[in-house]
């Protein structure tokens, strides 16, 4: 059975750090590409950022990019997401997917970040 489990969340200030994680089991983690979105309250799911299954290439969302960092340990089975510099809009509830093609797509059940002062 996969499972997918974040850990990392919690409250900050604005311009303070979290860092995020993504333990999963029940599958052979170093196969999949990486991914993190995050879901506002009112607003949809949207794309953070992305990571080849070997680390090699990454992207994120324009609105992060230059304060957020997604990396990976296949040898932990972990991928992370370092959150720096955050905002008041980027509270949200943070989810961290696995995909390999159109047909193996599995989620963690998130981690609420809240930014606020």
């Known amino acids: 059975q996969v499972q997918l489990v974040e850990s990392g969340g919690g409250l900050v200030q604005p311009g303070g750090s979290l860092r995020l994680s993504c333990a999963a089991s029940g599958i052979i983690f170093s196969g999949y590409a990486m991914h993190w979105y995050r879901q506002a309250p009112g607003k949809e799911r949207e794309l953070v950022a992305f990571?080849?299954?070997?680390?090699?290439?990454?992207n994120y969302a324009a609105s992060v990019k230059g304060r957020f960092t997604i990396s990976r340990d296949n040898a932990k089975n972990t991928g992370y997401l370092q959150m720096n510099s955050l905002k008041l809009e980027d509270t949200a509830v943070y989810y961290c997917?696995?995909?390999?093609?159109?047909?193996?797509?599995?989620w963690g059940q998130g981690t609420r970040v809240t930014v606020s002062s």
């Open positions: 990571i080849t299954s070997n680390g090699g290439t990454s």
């Open positions: 997917n696995l995909r390999l093609g159109r047909t193996y797509d599995y």
